[in-house]
């Protein structure tokens, strides 16, 4: 597709449960950005990916959170013994390089119950 | 950490006026940006602006930045309906060059036709 498209739009879960979370990034973008961003904020860092390789995961908030992205392209963002706080939207973004802007998807909202 | 701070948080004004929004920030920057969000979707690159420029122009924005205050300003002028949205101001800053964008709070615009 021409945008960045993340699935699915919508999860909810149940409190203790694993989820998984995709990101299809824009061909051809090398760098891959997930942020996670609750009501009424703004984005939140969580994991920079350049290539196949975790550039910089210093914003994931504990060892629940794990990103990867085995082939350079796709990314799945994965959250273990997942936890009400966990409760937000999980935005993917793609640029072609570092430091260029961000294309943004549409977010994972991410319910736990 | 969110970096940014903008004000206001919410903005209301009839079509046809120009809406200002402002952003202050903590840290030396290579360059800052704005994005828009609508509700319920992905962000938007809107325009960058970099930290030897002081003002930029793109269609009906105008964005300004003054690094020794710290600060930006976007401007829309003659606003239409469909610029209601939020809209963040986010830094690249020089201690994490590239690996990250550090997204204020936003501002909740609402143009009334």
């Known amino acids: 597709g021409a945008g960045v498209s993340q699935t699915p739009s919508n999860k909810v879960t149940e409190k203790g449960k694993y989820v998984e979370l995709r990101c299809d990034p824009i061909?051809?973008?090398?760098?891959l950005y997930w942020y996670r961003q609750s009501l009424g904020q703004g984005p939140e860092f969580l994991i920079y990916?350049?290539?196949?390789?975790?550039?910089?995961d210093s914003g994931l908030p504990n060892d629940r959170f794990f990103a990867v992205r085995p082939e350079g392209s796709v990314s799945t963002l994965k959250i273990q013994r997942t936890e009400r706080g966990d409760s937000a939207v999980y935005l993917c973004?793609?640029?072609?390089?570092?430091?260029?802007?961000?294309?943004f998807g549409n977010g994972t909202r991410l319910t736990v119950t | 950490s969110q970096q940014g701070e903008e004000d206001p948080q919410a903005l209301s004004i009839q079509e046809g006026e120009n809406a200002t929004m402002n952003c202050s920030y903590k840290t030396s920057i290579n360059n800052l940006q704005w994005y828009r969000q609508n509700s319920g979707r992905g962000l938007v690159h809107l325009i960058l602006?970099?930290?030897?420029?002081r003002e930029k122009h793109s269609g009906r924005l105008r964005v300004t930045l003054d690094t020794s205050k710290k600060s930006s300003s976007l401007l829309i002028t003659a606003s239409r309906a469909a610029d209601t949205a939020s809209y963040f101001c986010?830094?690249?800053?020089?201690?994490?060059?590239?690996?990250?964008?550090?997204f204020g709070e936003g501002t909740q615009l609402t143009v009334n036709p």
């Open positions: 602006i970099r930290s030897n420029e």
């Open positions: 990916f350049q290539g196949t390789g975790a550039a910089d």
């Open positions: 061909s051809g973008h090398t760098a």
């Open positions: 973004a793609s640029s072609f390089i570092r430091n260029s802007p961000l294309h």
């Open positions: 986010a830094t690249d800053r020089e201690e994490t060059s590239g690996s990250r964008l550090t």
